[in-house]
């Protein structure tokens, strides 16, 4: 085997067990401007994390190479990383789960269409963009990126886990003007299914996001009802969902510390970890080889579980939840695919709720505008009126704020509208009882 030679010598060095974590990609992306190739770029890569204990500590290293040499540097680099470690985390390399699901995420007729075809599509959307409405002035560009993925695990006590995906996307970027402001918007389609590209409906996405934000009004500063769009909810529902990693509780640093079978949110909310679905995201293992398994964290508003990797699932004496992802060499506690189960009203039956109040497209400055302690924010969004139960017209720039745990306890009812995205979190809208904007 390629890596046997970095396994020889952990053992010669003493290093009582061990495993590598080997990310292989190849990848293809060029943009169109003005019906021209802008950029072009096609490049191979390869990512090794070694880890290994020596005295029941661990240590690390890293190499975007591999050959006999680069093996006895990660030895040396692991023997002397694990004399500097302090602290006294459990050192775990897993030997195996019973069984892991089988999981066929590799398209092999997406690398089989000619470069010339996405070329050629990417070019129609762009045409097809500036003969949409006259108030199209511009596009930004069309971007297309494609990538091939390939995961592998193995370790010192026999375990190889191996897994290949690939996925591409194509972005469109519009940029619209009514002579006073200039808007942009964005549509974008993700798959790995190259014949389900759907060039329309990339198109209006793009269009329809730019013209719909012309003839903003100032919003007047006051606490609205609200449609939060799936854009929103999602980044949202993740920093709720952190709140759930068994390492965060274990530093007292989690607002759902002490919370399990207690309720955190609306009866409304059930939120679920689904590796196991047949999507882009899915997976059989996490990063430390653990099988992976659907799971519910928030059942009707109740946290069922907190999420564990190996070493806080020794610290708390339970099984891991298959919850182990790198953060570099480290290993951090993250779902693989959160899943907030839809409910049964379409947007505009929850307009139609709403009556009068506002719908929030997007947010941003989510990492400065929110104090995860708290559950305080205070963010930059996007949005419209709604009256008499329908959209009318768009704001300008506004603020909105609150504390996050409020937010989804005021939650009044779930769309059905759930909007794949680039993001493993899949969350359709919801309406919310109140939320702080601050506008004029």
Same mark, same amino acid.
């Given at each position: ?108 007729? /997406? *690398?089989?269409? &000619?470069?010339? %075809? =996405?070329?050629?599509? !990417? ?6 963009? +500036? ?82 934000? /012309? *003839?903003?009004? &100032?919003?007047? %500063? =006051?606490?609205?009802? !609200? ?6 909810? +999602? ?94 060499? !480290? ?110």
């Amino acid at each position: 085997m390629k890596y046997d030679k970095f396994f020889e010598l952990a053992k010669e060095r003493g290093i009582e067990e061990c495993d590598l974590a080997i990310g292989e990609e190849e990848s293809l992306s060029f943009s169109i401007f003005h019906g021209e190739i802008d950029e072009y770029t096609a490049n191979n890569s390869l990512g090794i994390i070694a880890r290994g204990i020596i005295n029941g500590k661990f240590g690390t290293a890293t190499s975007d190479y591999y050959d006999n040499e680069i093996a006895e540097k990660l030895v040396d680099d692991i023997v002397n990383n694990a004399r500097v470690i302090e602290n006294d985390d459990p050192s775990i390399i897993f030997e195996g789960s019973p069984k892991y699901k089988r999981i066929n995420l590799f398209n092999k007729e /997406l *690398g089989d269409v &000619p470069t010339e %075809t =996405k070329i050629a599509d !990417a070019k129609a959307i762009e045409e097809k963009i +500036r003969a949409y409405d006259k108030r199209i002035v511009e596009v930004g560009a069309v971007e297309y990126q494609e990538e091939v993925s390939k995961r592998t695990i193995i370790n010192s006590k026999g375990l190889k886990l191996t897994s290949k995906s690939n996925s591409f996307v194509m972005f469109a970027y519009a940029v619209a003007s009514d002579g006073k402001v200039t808007k942009n918007g964005i549509g974008y389609q993700l798959d790995n299914d190259y014949s389900k590209l759907n060039i329309d409906k990339i198109v209006k996405e793009a269009a329809e996001d730019a013209l719909n934000k /012309l *003839g903003g009004l &100032p919003a007047k %500063t =006051k606490t609205y009802r !609200a449609v939060l769009d799936p854009d929103v909810v +999602r980044p949202l529902l993740d920093v709720l969902v952190s709140y759930a990693s068994s390492e965060d509780v274990q530093k007292h640093s989690s607002l759902f510390e002490g919370k399990l079978d207690k309720q955190v949110a609306s009866k409304h909310l059930t939120v679920e970890d689904r590796p196991l679905d047949k999507t882009l995201f899915a997976s059989s293992f996490d990063d430390e080889g653990v099988a992976t398994k659907n799971l519910t964290i928030i059942k009707n508003g109740v946290l069922k579980t907190y999420l564990y990797d190996l070493r806080t699932a020794k610290k708390d004496g339970v099984e891991s939840t298959g919850n182990g992802y790198r953060a570099g060499a !480290a290993i951090g506690i993250a779902p693989t695919h959160l899943v907030l189960k839809k409910g049964r009203l379409t947007q505009e039956q929850l307009f139609a709720k709403v009556k009068n109040g506002v719908y929030i497209t997007s947010v941003t400055g989510l990492h400065a505008g929110l104090n995860a302690r708290s559950g305080n924010f205070s963010l930059q969004a996007e949005g419209f009126e709604i009256k008499d139960g329908k959209i009318d017209h768009p704001f300008d720039i506004l603020t909105i704020s609150g504390n996050i745990l409020e937010l989804f306890n005021d939650i009044v009812a779930v769309g059905n509208d759930a909007k794949p995205s680039f993001s493993s979190t899949l969350t359709p809208s919801i309406l919310i009882k109140k939320i702080k904007v601050s506008g004029q």
